[in-house]
């Protein structure tokens, strides 16, 4: 429609007609292999989760801590494409940043993308924090984990069926990797250290719960750019 004076060669044509044939079960950033964050273009695959413009309320809050302290000690679990991790190491570039994730063939995907942005985040294959050392502490943990309900009838809807299963649901009611993520994160954090995270729309009592339940004190909960909760800040008590 836009150049209607121009016809495709039959390989255009094939191509064309190819790729629609694939965008009827897979995302376009497969289809592409990239995807936008943060103004940064990243690489993507059916290993990692498609990041969202939602999750890049986790790079403002996390710089907004950071503040003037740019050798701040940053842990992120569950890195995906790298796209949280690199986004903030791009705009504080002083700051120290470990991302982990547990599947080796994602975190390549996020060696990738670092390596074509020549930003230097630190990057290891662990499950959340089993293979990272808790001494020298962080200031900041930053995740956007699994955290759809298993039974969840939007795990079939539009492009989640073909997104990885484990980045999208950790387990029955969803806050199972975030259980995980608070309850060990006091050995992980330094001395009133901030943790930030990801959660379902539903989730914010749930997870406000679980942070006073572990001696967390100015929890703050921040809403996407639909008015829902999606999500919360909290500083480890002294």
């Given at each position: 429609?836009?150049?209607?004076?121009?016809?495709?060669?039959?390989?255009?044509?094939?191509?064309?007609?190819?790729?629609?044939?694939?965008?009827?079960?897979?995302?376009?950033?497969?289809?592409?292999?990239?995807?936008?964050?943060?103004?940064?273009?990243?690489?993507?695959?059916?290993?990692?989760?498609?990041?969202?413009?939602?999750?890049?309320?986790?790079?403002?809050?996390?710089?907004?801590?950071?503040?003037?302290?740019?050798?701040?000690?940053?842990?992120?679990?569950?890195?995906?494409?790298?796209?949280?991790?690199?986004?903030?190491?791009?705009?504080?570039?002083?700051?120290?940043?470990?991302?982990?994730?547990?599947?080796p063939e994602t975190l390549a995907v996020a060696k990738g993308n670092a390596s074509q942005h020549r930003?230097?985040?630190?990057?290891?294959?662990?499950?959340?924090?089993?293979?990272?050392?808790?001494?020298?502490?962080?200031?900041?943990?930053?995740?956007?984990?699994?955290?759809?309900?298993?039974?969840?009838?939007?795990?079939?809807?539009?492009?989640?069926?073909?997104?990885?299963?484990?980045?999208?649901?950790?387990?029955?009611?969803?806050?199972?990797?975030?259980?995980?993520?608070?309850?060990?994160?006091?050995?992980?954090?330094?001395?009133k250290g901030w943790i930030v995270l990801e959660h379902g729309y539903d989730q914010a009592q749930e997870?406000?719960?679980?942070?006073?339940?572990?001696?967390?004190?100015?929890?703050?909960?921040?809403?996407?750019?639909?008015?829902?909760?999606?999500?919360?800040?909290?500083?480890?008590?002294?």
């Open positions: 429609m836009t150049w209607p004076e121009k016809e495709l060669n039959p390989d255009q044509l094939d191509c064309f007609q190819d790729l629609v044939r694939r965008r009827l079960d897979q995302p376009i950033a497969y289809l592409t292999g990239t995807r936008e964050f943060y103004s940064m273009e990243l690489k993507t695959n059916k290993h990692t989760l498609v990041p969202r413009p939602e999750t890049e309320m986790l790079v403002d809050r996390v710089l907004q801590l950071i503040g003037d302290k740019q050798s701040a000690r940053i842990l992120e679990l569950g890195t995906g494409t790298g796209a949280i991790a690199l986004a903030i190491k791009q705009h504080a570039p002083q700051c120290l940043i470990l991302a982990t994730d547990v599947n930003l230097d985040v630190q990057f290891l294959l662990s499950d959340w924090y089993h293979s990272v050392s808790a001494q020298p502490g962080f200031d900041i943990i930053v995740s956007n984990p699994p955290y759809i309900a298993a039974g969840d009838s939007c795990l079939k809807e539009g492009d989640l069926p073909a997104e990885p299963r484990q980045a999208l649901t950790s387990g029955e009611s969803g806050l199972e990797a975030l259980q995980v993520i608070i309850q060990q994160s006091g050995e992980y954090l330094n001395k997870v406000q719960k679980m942070l006073q339940q572990n001696d967390f004190v100015e929890i703050g909960l921040l809403t996407d750019f639909n008015d829902l909760a999606r999500l919360t800040s909290a500083r480890k008590s002294s």
